[in-house]
């Protein structure tokens, strides 16, 4: 089974510009959840999205917003960029179903540097 | 009450040694505990997970040790290897779980 993908690995980005993350979960899996990674903050929450519905929310501003597909893909949007969003991306997905634990597998990541 | 508070920072082990990092939560209703690794440039890889209803679990050289009463649970990395040089991330939750803020292990040869 194919694991979870995320493209572009790469993105360098000028403050002021937005940037689209992409994210495919693995196939059967239905919610798809957003990090940022960053050396002094660790993995802090985003979002997530299951069934094309934002289910939870971290306490991130409004500039970061996201949607999920019918078929699960799902994208993350940066707006208005500023230098402090320069982060690992990572998005992890999962069965999503609330009957018991829900493991995540996360893909390898969206660099972002802005400049 | 949502917090998992993780210890050490960083931690540098000799080769064969044990590694050992601890973690701490609040929320009493959490009853899922998986321990990631991730290595640089990778996205986290689950490692390892216990459920509160045993006290420990052990997966070749790595052994969750879980302490309810106290809120506390461990990674333990039994004979240490460079390749074992890692970030180490514990988490804990019901359906969804918190991050603790990572360890950077580093193994000397």
């Known amino acids: 089974k194919a694991g979870v993908t995320q493209t572009p690995r790469y993105l360098i980005k000028t403050r002021g510009q937005q940037v689209t993350l992409s994210c495919s979960p693995i196939?059967?899996?239905?919610?798809v959840s957003w990090y940022q990674q960053t050396p002094g903050q660790g993995l802090q929450f985003l979002f997530e999205?299951?069934?094309?519905?934002?289910?939870n929310k971290g306490n991130f501003p409004g500039r970061f917003s996201g949607r999920q597909f019918s078929n699960s893909r799902s994208e993350m949007n940066v707006s208005t960029l500023e230098l402090g969003d320069s982060a690992l991306y990572l998005c992890?997905?999962?069965?999503?179903?609330?009957?018991?634990?829900?493991?995540?597998?996360f893909g390898p990541g969206t660099r972002l540097t802005v400049l | 009450q949502q917090q998992v508070k993780q210890s050490p920072q960083s931690l540098i082990v000799q080769k064969g040694g044990i590694s050992i990092i601890n973690c701490a939560y609040e929320?009493?209703?959490?009853?899922?505990f998986p321990w990631y690794q991730q290595f640089p440039g990778k996205g986290p890889a689950l490692l390892i997970a216990?459920?509160?209803?045993?006290s420990e679990k052990k997966e070749g050289r790595f052994t969750i040790s879980f302490n309810k009463s106290a809120k506390q649970f461990s990674l333990h990395i039994m004979d240490s290897q460079p390749g074992d040089s890692a970030t180490y991330f514990c988490?804990?939750?019901?359906?969804?779980?918190?991050f603790g803020t990572g360890t950077r292990l580093k193994v000397l040869a």
């Open positions: 992890a997905s999962s069965l999503g179903w609330l009957t018991g634990p829900d493991t995540q597998y």
């Open positions: 196939s059967g899996h239905r919610s």
């Open positions: 999205y299951f069934s094309e519905t934002q289910r």
């Open positions: 929320n009493t209703a959490f009853d899922y």
């Open positions: 216990i459920r509160p209803d045993v």
């Open positions: 988490a804990a939750g019901t359906y969804k779980y918190i």
